[in-house]
């Protein structure tokens, strides 16, 4: 399996997180670096997220983003400026690009969910030239991710699968501090710098913040649609009340931490 993440409508996927994907993409792409005229390889675009800020961010940029989901891969090529952009369906654990043959290969809120994680950043590390870069982000499952930590930890405590799911949610690949370095490390690369990228996630109510869950998108999304019916009204009351903390539905923001790593090919 080259990605544990379920996708099944971009619409779904872009109000659940490729809106937050963005925010994210800017602290990034700063700490990742880019410059004018680069070829810039996006592992795991999805539906365009990093790649369009990357072309708002230099000019001249050739940038290729290739995703293992056909759902994500049409609708960011429906995104105006895609002739700035080659699509590729592929496997970030078997990229079919030549050695060395881009500036720097940028992975954001991918890696997680590639069980090949470690083949996927050795993967990074052969198509960057030497002196390029390799960058990547994922979120801080356990200690940064408090949207998704509120659902799991209340899933935990109600289901009786839902411990066994939380387990298996914050045991994702590379999402421990550290872990992403060694990983890089291990693939051989250098000058390994790491940091935290904090963003806010916005939501006008339970509503906005459920809708993409209950429509089956995601991780959670999948999880809970595979419950039975009393089980998804069960967690779904409850996750509501976490998601009030005592006070009237409404608009909230959660802090979202990912732990980001950077390097050099030598």
């Known amino acids: ?24 993409a800017r602290p990034f792409i700063a700490f990742a670096g880019i410059a004018d005229g680069e070829a810039v390889l996006d592992v795991g675009c999805g539906t365009g997220s990093l790649t369009y800020e990357l072309l708002a ?19 960011a090529r429906a995104k105006p400026g895609t002739s ?3 699509f590729e369906r ?23 969910f590639v069980p090949e994680s470690a083949r996927a950043v050795g993967e990074m590390r052969r198509v960057v030239r030497p002196g390029g870069t390799v960058a990547a982000a994922v979120w801080d499952m356990r ?18 699968g839902g411990e066994a799911a939380r387990a298996r949610a914050y045991t994702r690949p590379l999402t421990r501090p550290g872990e992403m370095r060694e990983a890089f490390e291990k693939a051989g690369l250098v000058d390994v710098a790491e ?10 109510g339970f509503a906005e913040y459920w809708a993409p869950i209950a429509g089956g998108e995601g991780p959670i ?17 409850a996750v509501r009340r976490a998601y009030e903390g005592g006070s009237a539905d409404g608009p909230r923001s959660f802090a979202a931490s990912a732990l980001a790593c950077r390097a050099r090919v030598p």
């Open 57 to 75: 961010s230099a000019r001249d940029l050739a940038v290729t983003g290739v995703d293992y989901s056909d759902i994500f891969l049409a609708a």
């Open 90 to 112: 592929g496997d970030a654990a078997d990229l079919a690009m030549r050695n060395a043959s881009f500036d720097r290969a940028l992975s954001l809120l991918v890696l997680h």
């Open 221 to 237: 999304g999948a999880y809970v649609t595979q419950l039975a019916p009393a089980e998804r009204e069960t967690v779904a009351a």
């Open 84 to 86: 700035a952009v080659r």
């Open 1 to 24: 399996m080259s990605s544990s993440f379920t996708a099944l409508d971009a619409t779904q996927y872009e109000h659940m997180m490729g809106r937050f994907s963005r925010q994210l």
């Open 143 to 160: 200690g940064g991710y408090l949207a998704q930590r509120m659902f799991w930890d209340t899933a935990a405590c109600l289901l009786p």
């Open 195 to 204: 940091a935290t990228l904090t963003i806010r996630m916005d939501y006008a």
